[in-house]
């Protein structure tokens, strides 16, 4: 069962739901309460679902891969079956962008923060990975650390996340256009290699705005212009 930390506001607004998906060799309390967000929502009267993708914090160890659609589908069930907003920051947003198709009628507001315009495991070589983590050749490069980070030195757990990786890169993010009724809110920091070439992506949303705030794909997300984005976005 994935692990969700739910947040309810003294003074509920009566407003959708919030639902807030952390990025890649993350989780839900570092990327959204650490830094203050999630705290932050609630206190304007949102309720807030803050999932922790598969494999990630508290969630358990997926047993197979499963593409982008289908982990998106499990996320946006968290939120229950009614309208929802939804914040998502780095894959979280790669897989905030797949909810719309899935769910037209039910997701509303939505912000893709820190989104790479490109498929990040494209040209990842899975089976090295996966040799790597049972404890074969080392294997070095960007993935391969933050899964070392991610899994805490656990083989099992950082086998699950390669499983998470087999599966998205299966299904690459390749945009064609934005299924949502409402144009998204793309938010991206200034020094943030990740996000270059965004601009091609917001272009397949007529009417969808790009913030650029402070900062580097980790800095953006903690810095007080990114929580400014956002609420701003979710009062609109």
Same mark, same amino acid.
């Given at each position: ?12 607004t009566g407003a959708p739901p919030v639902l807030l998906l952390h990025g890649f060799a993350s989780s839900g309390r570092q990327d959204w /309460? ?16 803050? $999932? ?16 982008? $659609? ?5 996320? #946006? ?13 780095? #894959? ?69 996340? /390669?499983? #998470? ?35 091609? /992506? ?35």
């Amino acid at each position: 069962m994935t692990a969700v930390q739910t947040f309810t506001p003294d003074r509920p607004t009566g407003a959708p739901p919030v639902l807030l998906l952390h990025g890649f060799a993350s989780s839900g309390r570092q990327d959204w /309460v650490d830094t203050g967000i999630a705290a932050e929502l609630a206190a304007a009267g949102r309720v807030v679902v803050v $999932p922790d993708l598969p494999g990630h914090g508290g969630s358990p160890v997926p047993a197979e891969a499963a593409g982008a $659609p289908e982990v998106a589908a499990a996320l #946006l069930a968290l939120a229950g079956d009614g309208p929802v907003d939804v914040v998502g920051y780095s #894959l979280g947003a790669r897989l905030a962008w797949e909810l719309p198709e899935l769910a037209p009628d039910r997701v509303r507001a939505v912000v893709l923060g820190g989104l790479s315009p490109f498929e990040p495991f494209a040209a990842l070589d899975v089976a090295a990975l996966r040799a790597a983590v049972a404890g074969g050749d080392p294997m070095t490069g960007m993935i391969a650390a933050m899964i070392a980070g991610a899994s805490g030195g656990v083989p099992e757990r950082a086998a699950g996340l /390669v499983r #998470l990786v087999e599966g998205l890169r299966a299904t690459p993010f390749e945009p064609k256009g934005w299924a949502g009724r409402t144009p998204p809110v793309f938010v991206a920091g200034a020094e943030d290699m990740m996000t270059s070439g965004i601009e091609n /992506v917001v272009a397949l949303a007529p009417g969808a705005r790009l913030v650029t705030v402070p900062g580097d794909h980790r800095g953006a997300l903690a810095g007080q212009a990114f929580r400014d984005a956002v609420a701003k976005a979710l009062a609109t």
